[in-house]
Structure formats: C-alpha cells, structure tokens
C-alpha cells in the first residue's frame, strides 16, 4: 500500500523530538526540592506549563490532517514531549522563568484553541458546500440518466394495416406500463409512417416529433391511413434518413421498426422481390447511402429493434443492416422481435425491450464510470504472459471449494449454500486482471503442469466465502441443468465451465481473500440473448421445465456455446441466487417474449403464459404472450 509523501519539514521535526525525549528521559532523576516559596510557586506553575504544553501538543495535531504514518508518529512524540516535560524538576531560580513559560503557554492555548475552533468550523462549512455540491451535481446526472426516447417506425403501406391498428390501440398501454416502471424517467414517444415512392410527396411520410403527450401520440396513429403502392420494396433509406434527424436528446434511446418488406436495392432483397428502383431511388441515394444511415444509429445511441413480420422477405435487409449496426465493444447488437402476425405480442416484446435498454444504458454507464475509476486505481492489462507467470510474484498456496459431485440437482437448488469438497493447491495469480465486466475482476492464475485458469473476484460489495459459494452453485446449477438438456440430444450442444472457489488465508480470518477460478478458454465472449438463438432459447425454457417451475437460467454468454457467468431467477425467495436474481419478475421477462421454435418442441417443452405478463395498471390489458398456460 502506498502513503502520501512525507515532507521534509516534518521528518526534521520528528528526528528532533525523538532527540529531545531521549535527553528528557534520562533527565527524569529526582532533584531536591528548594523550601522556599518561590520553590513552591515554580512547582505549581511547572505542573500547569507542562499541562499546557500537553493540550497545545493535541491542538497542534488536531488542525493537521492525520493519514500518513510519519504524522501519527509526529502527534505520539509531541504529545510524549509535553508529559515527559511534566516528570523533569527544575531549581527554585527559573521559578521567574517558569512565570513566563506559562504566560506564553497561555498565550499559545489561547491562540491554538481559536484556530482549532476555525478550522473545524471552516472544515464543516466546506464539507457541507461539498457535499450540497455533490448532491446538486448527482441529481443533475441522474436527470440526465433517467431519460427515455422512443420512436415508433412503421411501414405504413396496405399490408402493414393490423399493425397500424394495433400500434394506434396499445401506445398508450405501453406508456402507461412504462412510466409506472420508470416513475422517475422523464419519457417522450414520436412516430414515423413512411411509404413510396409511388405515394404523392404529401403522402411518402407521416411523423410526429418527441412528444411527452401520449393523447397526441395516439390521436397521429388513429389518423394515420395505410396506402398501397405498385412493387414490393418501400422507402426504407428515406425513413433512415428522418430518423438520424430527429432530436434524440435522451440517455436511452429506442427505435421500433415495423415492417414486412424490405428496403429498395438489391443489396437488401431477394430476386422474387419486385423493386422499380434496384440501384438508386428518386432522391438519388443508393445501399451505400442506407449503410451510412444505420452506422450512425449506433454512433447516436439508438437501440434499433426490427419486428420481424415476414422473415423471408426482409432476411436479407436485416442481415445487412446487422453487418452495419452491430459492435461487441459497445455492446450493441440489432434485436430481431420475430412477431410474424401476432399482433397480441406487440404490447410484452415493446415493454420488455424497452425494460432492456434502459437497464443496458444503465449498465453501460456504470461501466463508464467503472473504467474511469479504473483508470486511477486498477490496472487493466489484457496481454497475458503464460509463460512468464513465476514472474507475477509468490506461488499462493490456497483451500479450493468445489461443489460435491454427489450432490444432486434438487438438493443444491434447496440448499442455502452448497455442500463442497476442499483441498489444497499452489498457484501464481497475477495481480492485474485483463478484463472486467460489471460485477468483477478477471484475473490471470497459472497452476502447474501448464494449467490456465480464470479467477474472479468481485468488484465491490461483500467479500464473503458465502457470497464466492453462491456464485459456484449458480454455475455448477446450470452446468447439472445443461448436461440433462444434451442428454436429449439436441441439435446443439452446450455446457458450462467447471468452477471452484479459492480461499487464500490471512493472518487475520476476517481478512481471507476469495476468487471464483474457471479454466481459461481462448475466444471471443458473446451473449446469448435473443429469439434467434434457438438452442439458448430452448435451454433456458427446458430448466423452468426441468426445475419444475422453480427457477430459469438466463442471460447466457461464453465462448462459442460454452458459457459462464450465468444469472438464475428463482421464485421461492428474492435475491436466492445473488443480486441478479430478478425472481418471477425475471421468469415472466423471460416468458413474455420468448416464442417457442424447433427445439422447444423436439424436447416437448409445455408452452408458458407469464404470470401477470403486464402489471395490472388502470388502462393496461393484453396478453402477455402467444402460449397458453400459466406457470
């Protein structure tokens, strides 16, 4: 651990007064005490100066910030000064000068007592400044934060008619819901209809600005007629282009893009789609124009959410505008609501997904700040030198906890911590983690015979053996559940990395430090998080199933399909499995826009209606999902 510089000021004085101690220690020999009463005086009055001298010792100490060794050695000696003065007798002669010794300790007192009193009343007057500064600025931040835009984008031709419909019926459910989930976000909706090029230019577009007025939201789409036209493709990159121009001012910010045909040129569309403009439109823009348009989506911000109502027509266009809007860094990714013509899911899919981004934004900004903190204190250092690792310091000898392999499914679900095996190793673990997410630290760890191993510790909150044990049942949960659902031979396999818990013992018990540790495996992380992953999606169902309606694995990511860092909602009690334990209300997020495909079907996996898929809040009704029994 580091200190703060110590001043060479204060080491002089320290040197001088371990001198001065040493000399008035060895001067503490009884002297005889004169009879006169000069004597007597100069007694009384040498008791009060070394009393004086003993509270200015603390004074002076207590206008001084005390935080580093060599100042807290400074106070201990000043203030052995002052008692060791108190022990050292002097002849009756300096009883004159004793007289003056006080007057001036006094003196001394009086000021030092003065200029503690303004220093503790400044202190407390700025702490006070700071902290309403603090606060004024926190509130302004979380203003800013809690803020939502969302824009409705709709094909508004005649096909797109139920859509339209529905969209006019349910905003203002969707409104309703999400303001009583988000109480403190400041929300506005807009909308933008577009058509062709063969509508009149009054009709091409229709749109309304961010409004905070959800009437008026409703009253546009009431009004908003569909038209037809005479090809297949629309004027997709003229809506872009609108879109990129509207005035997103918000922190979360979300595009709905309804549609069942694609955009004009090639690029976007089969050969049986009928275009009249293949390479260029009417307004001389081009693919390349459209490319632009949805890159600067993502540099904007907006979360881009396609409803997918005739996969086969616009596969094509999404897959392109994927290529251009996806970036693992950002963490952005288009998100496919493959509705097809259900039109009872457009009220759950926009809810839930606009839960999602708002909760992404969230986590993007802790992750902003939490590598702006890491910038001051934590080293991130993503090269890792395996064969170098005798260099990263001492060989740790620690106890591994594993999860007893006899234990079964049911009883570590019921159980509050697992039961464990331990054991005993040694390992070289690097102190500067390579990466970090948003509960914790990686770090590199090398065990013999060339093992490569990941530990991870948590980035704040408790560092408890309980807390570390929970996070191996979670995984070592997940694991057991995925070896049942390969055993049904699906057509893709998953797993999840073996894990332990390692504890390195300190002196003190208390101050023990724990890891979580998993092999180290090379590749890319993705997260597995929507309908059109189908194997994640059938697995997650399969354990609500499998666990006999207890719990549900969910957000799943790893390498390729093998995982890590899985969250578990459960039921029975909240925060069962840590603080990423969402309870019902993360199996009903789970349900309400999960749509059962081939592998759902193939492990005959029972079709699930969220329970209270939307909160029952005046004006709000549908269904929450397409599946017919309740959990």
């Avoid at 981004?357 to 939490?370: D, F, G, K, L, P």
């Avoid at 903190?373 to 990263?392: L, S, T, Y």
């Avoid at 057509?491 to 013992?505: H, K």
């Amino acid at each position: 651990m580091s200190f703060p510089v110590t001043t060479t000021r204060t080491r002089d004085r320290l040197a001088a007064l371990q001198l001065e101690n040493a000399r008035l220690a060895q001067s503490r020999t009884p002297v005889p005490i004169q009879t006169s009463g000069t004597a007597a005086t100069s007694t009384a009055t040498r008791a009060r100066v070394a009393q004086l001298e003993l509270e200015n010792a603390r004074l002076r100490n207590s206008t001084q910030v005390a935080g580093t060794r060599t100042r807290d050695r400074l106070a201990e000696l000043e203030i052995e000064n002052a008692v060791l003065r108190a022990h050292v007798p002097t002849a009756s002669g300096t009883s004159s000068r004793t007289r003056e010794a006080l007057a001036a300790a006094e003196q001394e007192n009086r000021r030092l007592r003065t200029v503690v009193v303004r220093t503790v009343a400044r202190t407390s007057t700025e702490t006070l400044r700071a902290l309403q500064r603090l606060e004024e600025e926190n509130q302004l931040i979380l203003g800013a934060l809690r803020t939502l835009d969302v824009l409705y984008m709709l094909d508004c031709t005649r096909s797109m008619t139920p859509w339209i419909q529905t969209a006019a019926a349910k905003v203002k459910d969707v409104a309703q819901y999400i303001s009583a989930q988000f109480p403190d976000y400041t929300i506005r909706y807009g909308f933008l209809g577009y058509r062709d090029f063969e509508n009149s230019a009054a009709d091409r577009f229709t749109e309304l600005v961010f409004t905070d007025q959800i009437d008026q939201l409703q009253r546009h789409l009431d009004a908003t007629q569909a038209i037809g036209n005479t090809d297949d493709a629309e004027n997709v990159v003229g809506a872009l282009a609108k879109v990129v121009q509207y005035p997103w001012r918000a922190r979360t910010r979300v595009l709905y893009h309804f549609a069942d045909c694609p955009s004009h040129f090639t690029q976007f569309h089969d050969d049986n789609i009928v275009d009249h403009h293949p390479t260029r439109d009417p307004d001389g823009r081009t693919a390349r124009d459209a490319e632009n348009f949805v890159r600067e989506l993502g540099t904007l911000g907006i979360d881009y959410h396609f409803v997918e109502i005739k996969e086969a027509k616009t596969r094509k266009m999404i897959t392109e505008f994927r290529r251009f809007y996806d970036n693992e860094a950002d963490e952005r990714k288009l998100q496919i609501l493959s509705l097809g013509s259900d039109t009872e899911m457009f009220l759950p899919s926009v809810v839930k997904t606009i839960s999602s981004s708002v909760a992404r934004t969230i986590r993007m900004e802790q992750t902003r700040v939490a590598r702006m903190i890491q910038n001051d204190d934590v080293n991130i250092d993503p090269h890792i030198d395996w064969d170098h690792a005798e260099g990263w310091g001492e060989r740790l000898s620690m106890r591994t906890y594993t999860c007893n392999p006899q234990q079964t499914l049911d009883n570590i679900i019921q159980a509050r911590l697992p039961n464990v095996l331990t054991s005993n190793i040694q390992a070289f673990i690097r102190s500067e983690p390579f990466a970090f997410g948003g509960l914790r630290y990686a770090l590199p760890m090398f065990q013999s015979n060339n093992l490569k191993l990941v530990a991870k510790m948590f980035k704040d909150g408790p560092h408890t053996k309980d807390r570390y044990l929970q996070a191996m049942a979670v995984q070592t949960i997940a694991a057991k559940l995925a070896a049942e659902f390969n055993s049904s031979r699906p057509p893709q396999l998953i797993g999840f990395l073996t894990i332990r818990v390692v504890e390195i013992e300190q002196t003190n018990p208390s101050n023990n430090t724990y890891f979580t540790v998993e092999p180290f495996i090379q590749g890319d992380y993705v997260r597995h998080h929507n309908n059109n992953d189908e194997p994640m999606e059938a697995y997650s169902h399969f354990t609500w199933q499998r666990s006999r309606n207890r719990l549900i694995v969910d957000d799943l990511q790893g390498v390729g399909y093998m995982m890590t860092d899985p969250v578990i909602h459960s039921i029975n009690l909240p925060n069962r499995f840590g603080t990423t334990d969402l309870g019902r209300e993360g199996v009903d997020n789970f349900f309400s826009t999960h749509r059962c495909n081939y592998i759902c079907r193939m492990l005959h996996l029972t079709p699930v209606q969220p329970r209270n898929p939307i909160r029952q809040i005046q004006g709000v009704t549908g269904r929450g999902g397409s599946h017919g029994r309740r959990p």
